[in-house]
């Protein structure tokens, strides 16, 4: 995984939601909402996240697991919003 966004957000879902477990089991494309890995707890903690490290504000409809579902979900939805 090459992508800077994708990394980081997966170095804070490992952190914050699966410590300990295997970082090569969450891949770019991993079900993160609808796999049941983020309930809607951790998915403000990531949308937390988010806005601070990199600026944006994100609007209520783009908190559901179809912008936030997988990295390349969130890459692109960060990426979108930074314009």
């Known amino acids: 995984m090459t992508d ?4 980081a957000v997966k170095e804070f879902i490992m952190t914050e939601f699966l410590p300990g477990e295997d970082p090569d089991e969450l891949t770019p494309t991993t079900p993160l909402v609808t796999g049941g890995i983020l309930d809607s707890i951790a998915t403000m903690k990531l949308v937390l ?3 601070e490290r990199y600026g944006v504000r994100l609007e209520a409809h783009e908190t559901d697991p179809e912008h ?9 939805l960060i990426r979108a919003k930074r314009g």
């Open 4 to 7: 800077a966004i994708q990394s």
């Open 49 to 51: 996240f988010m806005e």
């Open 68 to 76: 936030l579902d997988t990295l390349v979900d969130i890459a692109a």
